[in-house]
Nanobody, 125 residues
Framework: QVQLVESGGGLVQAGGSLRLSCAAS????????MGWFRQAPGNEREFVAA?????????DYADSVKGRFTISRDNAKNTVHLQMNSLKSEDTAVYYC?????????????????WGQGTQVTVSS
């Protein structure tokens, strides 16, 4: 079992930065790949970024956030972070972190085993 709690969302102006955190509890956190997704009103949940369970070895990003967002994890602290820079109004959404076991399915929200409750990010233009 893995429980996930996101934090760090808020209101920021376009061009600004935010750092999201996802705190995990459960003894098996370090064996899960971790991902961030986002969902804007009326839209489906979309992939943002993912990192393998092996500490920092492989990451993946949606094209829309490449070069602006960075995912990282700290297995000793059971946390995963999403550093978001150069934010745009289209980044406005609820951001969710998730845990999964299949790296090949990292961009498929249906394949995730656990989700947090989400944190709101609002970027004003």
């Amino acid at each position: 079992q893995v429980q996930l709690v996101e934090s760090g969302g808020g209101l920021v102006q376009a061009g600004g930065s935010l750092r999201l955190s996802c705190a995990a509890s459960g003894t098996t956190f370090s064996t899960y790949h971790m991902g961030w997704f986002r969902q804007a009103p009326g839209n489906e949940r979309e992939f943002v970024a993912a990192v393998t369970w092996v500490l920092g070895s492989t990451t993946d990003y949606a094209d829309s956030v490449k070069g602006r967002f960075t995912i990282s994890r700290d297995n000793a602290k059971n946390t995963v972070h999403l550093q978001m820079n150069s934010l745009k109004s289209e980044d406005t959404a609820v951001y969710y972190c998730g845990a999964h076991r299949s790296w090949d399915s990292r961009q498929d929200s249906q394949k995730y085993d656990y989700w947090g409750q989400g944190t709101q990010v609002t970027v004003s233009s």
